[in-house]
């Protein structure tokens, strides 16, 4: 199965280049122990914006934090058992993403936000019915940073959209390998130090097959 990912960033200062990439998995599922953390998921229970997501949505929250709270342990986890489960896919996204994880030091979890689970929300569901291709414009012709200015979004904000199996710890995965994207935006934004909020949004597809998945972040 073909996964699809594209990054945007901005801040009213600067304005960053689209950056898409692909990979291809065998069609079979990741399954591993998913424990979860119960310090962590009480925190994020916290926040109601945390409470009305899917449990598919929230379980991207969770590892997200996951992987910023605790990079190494995620790798030595998380990372290498999905090489074990899907070998061919080893290059020099994975290499790399490898030295990034080990070296990175632990980050500030991200609080749910309800703004921008809006934005992701609208934003997916508008890729999913009525988008031939991944984009940050609307389908009406709305530029990412115009959306993002008009939700109320006062400094910066970065997106990261994926489309491929509703399976949020490979969805998180992929986006951290970010394959064939120039610059590793996906990965860079997940593990961005700036940020302090996220929302998601999944969205199925008319195929009924894939699924659409908006990450919108903020240092507001």
């Not at 960033?9 to 953390?37: C, H, N, T, W």
């Not at 229970?45 to 449990?55: E, I, V, Y």
């Not at 199925?204 to 240092?219: A, E, P």
Request: proline share 4%.
């Amino acid at each position: 199965m073909k996964h699809l990912i594209l990054f945007l960033s901005f801040s009213f200062s600067v304005l960053y280049s689209i950056a898409q990439g692909s990979i291809m998995l065998e069609d079979k599922e990741f399954l591993v122990p998913q424990e979860r953390d119960r310090t962590r998921l009480e925190w994020l229970n916290q926040f109601p914006a945390f409470k009305s997501l899917t449990p598919e949505e929230r379980d991207v929250i969770y590892w997200v934090n996951y992987v910023r709270e605790n990079p190494k342990e995620f790798y030595k986890i998380y990372f290498l058992q999905f090489l074990r489960d899907f070998p061919g896919i080893e290059n020099s996204y994975t290499n790399s993403l490898r030295t990034d994880l080990l070296s990175t030091k632990p980050l500030n979890p991200l609080a749910p936000s309800i703004l921008l689970n809006n934005t992701s929300f609208k934003h997916a569901r508008d890729l999913a019915e009525n988008a031939k291709k991944l984009s940050h414009n609307s389908t009406d012709g709305k530029s990412f940073q115009q959306r993002m200015i008009e939700a109320g979004i006062k400094i910066c904000a970065l997106e990261n959209i994926y489309e491929g199996k509703k399976n949020a710890l490979e969805a998180v995965i992929l986006l951290l390998i970010d394959n064939n994207t120039p610059g590793v935006g996906h990965r860079k934004t997940l593990l961005d130090k700036t940020i302090h909020s996220i929302g998601v949004s999944f969205a199925d597809k008319k195929n009924g097959v894939d699924y659409i998945l908006v990450q919108d972040f903020s240092c507001d």
